[in-house]
């Protein structure tokens, strides 16, 4: 059935698009990190919405989602370009229950990024709503640090090396792309990790990916596989393998 036969025209619309308000006003705030670009950002979907011909539509809710996260990074992308911080004294995460919560892994994959670039774009946006942006020349400087040293153990096969950069708990996910190359799309653990990457890495190098340190590999003048970094307190607790031509067209990376 879909979601519009037997509806009562724009009334009803506006009730199922109530209903999903604070799922949406959830995926924007944990995107943005400001409230009233939330709200903003729900607003522009809701004018969307009346725009399109949603007859189709099999689940609006999943159409409305997927409606919010592009805006919101509309909105993120044209906040880079212009290097203005939206500044909000005590923002606070809206209130919603246990089953609106939205993982960054269906944010990524709605918006085409890996879970950890979805996470930094997030976390970025808090920042600088908070008025702190801690994206200094110095964090960057340390995170290279983890990353350089990690490339460098990796490709030297150096195994003690590895475990010492990595989080016990450290998780690598790969995209359907690069399992196919030869890999789980997810290992745990920093024995498993150290034994995945010893002697590996050969072809890449340091990058700044989405404007986090990362590293990349390219052939024949394309760029070939990504891997974000996502390092706590001086260790590397996860990582992104993306492969995929689709998703690394849509990485900003530029090589350091």
Known sequence: MRERDGMD??????????ETRPRLRAVAWRMLGSEAEADDAVQEAWIRLGRSDTSGVDNLAGWLTTV?????????????????DALEEGAHEPAVSADEAIPFEDIA???GRSPAAARQLASRARRRVQG???????????QREVVEAFLAASRDGDFEGLLTLLDPSVVVHMDAVAAAAGGSQ????????ATMFKGRARAAV????????????AGGGKTRGALFFTVVDGKVAA??????PARLAKIEIELL
């Open 68 to 84: 919010v996260a592009r805006v919101c990074l509309d909105m993120l992308r044209s906040r880079k370009s212009r290097k203005e």
């Open 109 to 111: 994959r709605i918006v």
């Open 239 to 244: 990582i992104d393998v993306v492969m995929d």
């Open 132 to 142: 702190a942006e801690r994206e200094s020349a110095a964090d960057r400087a340390r």
């Open 186 to 193: 997810e290992t745990r653990g920093a024995s498993e990790v």
């Open 206 to 217: 340091p990058a700044l990916l989405d404007g986090a340190v990362g590293l990349a590999w």
């Open 9 to 18: 025209g724009r009334d009803t619309l506006a009730a199922r698009f109530e």
